[in-house]
Structure formats: C-alpha cells, structure tokens
C-alpha cells in the first residue's frame, strides 16, 4: 500500500490530461496502469481489493436501476445468447486457422476458449460511457446493460463448470430473497437520506455479494440481485445517486489493475493488436441482432457501441485457462491488453456516438425491421407547445405550477416508463421518450408545435446532450425556447455555450423561492 499515493496521483494526473483532450478520464486511468508498469510498479491485494469492491458496488447500483422485465425481453435474453454463440462459432475457427506466434499449434477447443473469453462485453466501460453520454436510462443502455447482465448468468455457469465445483444445494435457499424484498424495502424507508441509507447500500451489495459466494456462485452477481430486489423502491434512485460518488471513486482501481496487468513483447502486442481490430465484426454482430428483434437503427447502434470492447472477464477466463494447463501464461497478457486498448479505442467512439449515427442515420435505418417495439412506436404529442422533460421532483413541481394556466398545451416527458404511468395516473400529461434521441423529435415533426423544452434532467450530461437534440430539430422545424437546470455555475456557462437560452440555477433560485414564500406570508 506504500506505493498508493504515487498510483493514486498518477491517476489523477493522466485522468486530468484525457479530460482535457476530450477523452473520458477512464481512458487516462488506464494509461496511468501501463505507465505505472512500465516504471516498475506491481499491483497490490489492497488496489485489487479496491477495484473488486468498484465492481460490487456497480453491479449493485445497476441492480437499483434495473427491471426484472428487461432480461425477459427476447431481444436481451435471446439476443445475448445467439450473439455468443455466433462469435465463439466465427471467432474461433479463425484462431484455429491461423498458425503465427501464439496461435500456433492452438487445437479447435483452445481457439474456442479464447473465442468465448473475449465474446463478452465490459459491464464497467459500458455503464460509465452511457452515464458520462448522459444516456443511462435509454432504452439502448438498458438494452446493453440487459445483455451484459445475461453475460454474466452465462460466466456463473462456465465459471461453476471450469471450476468442477457445481452451485451448492443451497443455492436453492436463495430463492428466500424474493419475500425477504418486503424487509429490505422497510429497512429503506427507515434509513433516511443520509449516511445510514448509504450504509444500508453498502450492506446490502455485500450481504449479496457473500451470499451467493457461500453457495459457489459469482459473487458480483448476487449484489446485482439485491439491486433489483429494491429497484422499484421509491428510494431507488436516490440510493444510487448516493452511491456513486463511492462506485466511481472505487472503479479507478480496477482501471488501474487491467493496465498494471503486464506489457507484452512486440510478437504478443501484435497479435493484442489483431484481436482489437477484430472489434468492428464484434459490434457488426451487435447491430445485427438487435436490429432482428425489432429494435430501431439508433438504438441498436449505440447499444452496439457501447458494448465495443472486451471484458475485464476474458482475464478471468485466462486465468482458469492457464491454470488448468488450456492456455499458456503469454495469452493472459494479451488478453490484457487487448482488453485495455479495446477501453481506449472505444471511448471516443462512444463520445462521438450521436453523430456518427446523425452522419450514417440514412445508411443503417436501411438495416431496420418494419415491425417496432413497444417502447419505440410514436406517441402523439398533441396540441403541446410547452414539454417538460424530465419529471423528477424539479419537473414535476414545474409542470403542476403550469398546469391550470397552460392545460393541454403542457406536456411532460420521461425515460422510465413506469414512471410515465404513476405520473399519468395522479392526472398529469406525460409521455415515455429519450430527449437525447434525435429520432425521438423526428418522429414528432409532422404536428410538431412545440414552442418551449424545459430540460429538468437529473444529470449535467444528460441535459448536454439532450440540448444538442432539440436544436437539431429546431433547425428543421421552426425556432424553440431551451431552458434548463443546473446546479453549478460551469454547468450553466457550459449549458449556454451547447444552444440553450436560460439556465436556472437550483441553489440560487431556490433561496429566492423561498424568500418570495417567506415574503408573501409576513403580515
């Protein structure tokens, strides 16, 4: 641990630096751990006790955002499974046919094991690009996050089956959890909205996370669990957003780790390289299923994105590979760095996301099903001319002081359909949509009147990205007052150099509401 603060500040350092150039900080965190190798650094138990716990409490933190109806969706459960199997198939009798420095002399199983080690996705990287996108709750990093989550039930089994060690009888006894959601959920209500409801996040991921490593089964999966077991709590939300000043803090670990993993020789980086450009087949195979189980272009290509790389679960598989005599110990240096560099790669493809799909969008909709899901069908936006988006707290006070002056003119708008229909059912005009979606706009163009977007977005980014939207429509179809919230100055001058007119400062605004509220009732 003596050598902490020398990784910790070259984190910081590196991260500071790939902000700055625009790239997401993870990727500075990642060259920090190659660097850091390359000086003579080793990683420690107490960094890789620090990254487990990163990835406990994001996998918890999902669990809270996450729906049980998500992973029952043809297009999660079914399309997870097709896509694996597809690319263990095509990937692997390709490694079999070649026959140069480590492939050399690899039998059909070998090449299928390093196949099936880099068919998975990154849970970590993709959570952290839809959350930095501003795009966490669109259906296409649900629908991501839903084939990663099926990713991981599919490890349980390998890693159950690679191991001799079979779930334990007990695992049974986990079904216990379900009726036991009822304590949980009081245990939530009574926590308050401080340091004991944090708390009470923290054991609950790790109560998972122990339970399901009792009965042989993967760890991570059980804090997942526990997440979903509470994710329609009220407290939900607010539990995650406690929690993740934690998650991100703990989640530098675990980039530091991949890169303090080795730097192969000049061969190994080689063949590194060539796995990484086999990426793009990767992602082509994304798109494919998903746009076959109806889901639309842009959905489908972003979800794809997302899930761009390989995952920090190919060193798991190398691991048991190597030490149960299937694969030398040079494939678990290349798997780790073409894990990394498939982080590095992927990151400014992903910041650049929305307008590569703007600038193909034509191209890939030819790919496109005519039948559409549900959550992807126009909804008609009416006789609106004013939309709130997002219908939080902030929102929905905003739209209820509207309400009787503006009547069927005032239309709200959210991304969590469940919340669409509680807010319908107390009376209020809301529709599901993603306001980061540009497709969203243009399928609304036709009667559009819109005349005022109130953006009341939880998150910076999201209303980032939300603000370029709506002046793309607004170039097409007449001219649109933005107004938004933030929270902090550099949001605001930030908010006014992406298109929108007036920012409303919450803090300050608030002390003012509450010296008019105090004003008004002094006798």
Request: proline share 3%; glycine share 10%; no cysteine.
């Amino acid at each position: 641990m003596a050598d902490l603060p020398i990784m910790v500040g070259a984190a910081f350092v590196l991260g500071l630096a790939a902000r700055a150039v625009g790239l997401p900080a993870l990727v500075g965190f990642l060259i920090a751990g190659f660097a850091l190798k390359s000086a003579g650094f080793e990683s420690s138990q107490g960094l890789q006790r620090i990254a487990d716990i990163g990835v406990t409490l994001l996998l918890f933190t999902i669990g809270l955002k996450l729906q049980v109806r998500t992973l029952l969706k043809p297009a999660i459960w079914a399309g997870t499974t097709i896509h694996m199997a597809v690319f263990v198939v095509l990937f692997g009798g390709f490694f079999h046919l070649l026959d140069f420095g480590a492939f050399r002399g690899t039998d059909a199983s070998t090449a299928a094991l390093i196949a099936f080690a880099l068919s998975f996705s990154s849970t970590v990287f993709a959570v952290k690009t839809f959350d930095e996108r501003g795009q966490s709750g669109s259906l296409a990093a649900m629908t991501a996050i839903g084939m990663l989550i099926m990713q991981d039930v599919i490890a349980v089994v390998f890693l159950a089956a690679s191991k001799g060690v079979p779930p334990s009888p007990w695992a049974l006894a986990l079904l216990l959890l379900i009726p036991a959601r009822g304590a949980l959920k009081w245990l939530m209500a009574r926590s308050g909205h401080g340091e004991l409801l944090i708390l009470l996040g923290f054991m609950m991921a790790y109560e998972g996370y122990s339970l399901f490593e009792a009965v042989n089964l993967k760890g991570d999966l059980g804090a997942l669990l526990l997440g979903m077991l509470v994710a329609d709590h009220p407290k939900a939300k607010e539990l995650a957003s406690s929690m993740m000043g934690f998650k991100d803090l703990m989640l530098v670990g675990f980039f530091l780790t991949i890169g303090l993993r080795g730097i192969p020789d000049l061969p190994d980086l080689g063949i590194a390289l060539l796995l990484v450009g086999l990426v793009p087949v990767k992602v082509a195979l994304y798109f494919g299923v998903l746009t076959r189980f109806h889901l639309r272009a842009r959905t489908a290509s972003l979800a794809s994105l997302g899930l761009a790389n390989y995952s920090e679960f190919g060193l798991i598989v190398g691991a048991l590979g190597v030490k149960a005599g299937w694969l030398s110990d040079q494939w678990l240096v290349i798997v780790a760095v073409s894990v990394a560099v498939t982080f590095i790669a992927a990151s400014p493809l992903n910041a650049a996301a929305n307008e590569l799909y703007d600038r193909y969008r034509d191209r890939l909709k030819r790919f496109q099903t005519a039948t559409r899901l549900p959550e992807e069908l126009p909804v008609d936006t009416g006789k609106a001319e004013v939309v709130i988006v997002g219908m939080g707290g902030v929102g929905t006070a905003a739209y209820d002081a509207l309400r009787d002056e503006l009547g069927d003119r005032l239309l709200g708008m959210d991304n969590d359909r469940e919340h669409v229909k509680r807010q319908v059912n107390q009376g209020r005009n809301v529709i599901p949509g993603d306001p980061t979606d540009l497709d969203f706009w243009d399928r609304r163009a036709e009667r559009s009147v819109v005349k005022i977007v109130m953006l009341a977005l939880p998150s910076h980014a999201a209303s980032m990205a939300a603000a370029t939207e709506v002046r793309k429509f607004e170039q097409e179809h007449g001219a649109i007052l933005l107004t938004a919230t933030a929270r902090h100055e550099d949001e605001i001058r930030a908010l006014k150099e992406n298109g929108v007119d007036q920012a409303f400062d919450l803090h300050t605004e608030a002390g003012q509401g509450y010296a008019d509220f105090v004003r008004n009732i002094l006798p």
